[in-house]
């Protein structure tokens, strides 16, 4: 059973928030072999407290080590240019950008899915790094977030963002795009449970 975990559940962790009980136990569970948990590599796009970003993919390396994360799979998302790393992604064809595509519309459908078209209805800037543009970067990292969790073969999507994937509206597209489930901490460690009883 394939366990993804999102970068807020990352984000519990190291603030030890309320979820961090329960992604623990979810770690406990991988170590035990009785589910396989994975990151996404897109974490490592994202934006850290101050509002700098990592300069390279091994700083999200030693950030997931310090939290008890080295030892789990890191997913590889779509590269692109001056968001992803280049020695950590996979390089997008047409298949695979029509199906982000598709995620995009199920959770931003009224953000435009391309940078360059985004600026330009909002006549920003695009070589300028806007609160704008840096909305626009958040949304793709979670799109590719819940890509990489389907595109390897998630089972269960576990996230403590509310709003970007547990929402009445998002939540069903995603699952209907083969996200399997998408629940939160608590959620998810209840839900392993009671499959591991089914199938010890």
């Known amino acids: ?99 982000e595509r598709k995620i995009h519309e199920a959770l931003f459908p009224d953000i435009d899915f391309d940078y360059q078209a985004f600026c330009q209805n909002r006549e920003l800037d695009p070589s300028n790094s806007s609160k704008m543009g840096q909305r626009w970067r958040n949304k793709k990292c979670d799109v590719l977030t819940i890509w990489s969790h389907i595109f390897y073969g998630g089972d269960i999507f576990v996230t403590a963002d509310i709003r970007a994937f547990l929402s009445e509206t998002k939540k069903p597209r995603l699952i209907a795009l083969g996200a399997g489930d998408i629940l939160a901490p608590p959620e998810g460690v209840a839900k392993v449970k009671e499959i591991l009883a089914k199938h010890p």
Request: glycine share 8%.
């Open 1 to 99: 059973m394939k366990v993804t975990l999102d970068h807020n559940c990352l984000i519990a962790l190291e603030n030890n928030e309320s979820e961090a009980p329960y992604i623990k136990e979810l770690i406990a569970m991988h170590d035990d072999k009785k589910v396989a948990v994975r990151v996404v590599g897109i974490g490592a796009s994202e934006r850290l407290n101050g509002g700098t970003y990592a300069a390279n993919f091994d700083e999200f390396k030693k950030r997931i080590a310090a939290i008890g994360l080295a030892h789990v799979e890191i997913l590889k998302p779509i590269g692109y240019f001056d968001i992803t790393f280049w020695e950590w992604c996979v390089y997008g064809d047409e298949q695979t950008m029509q199906f």
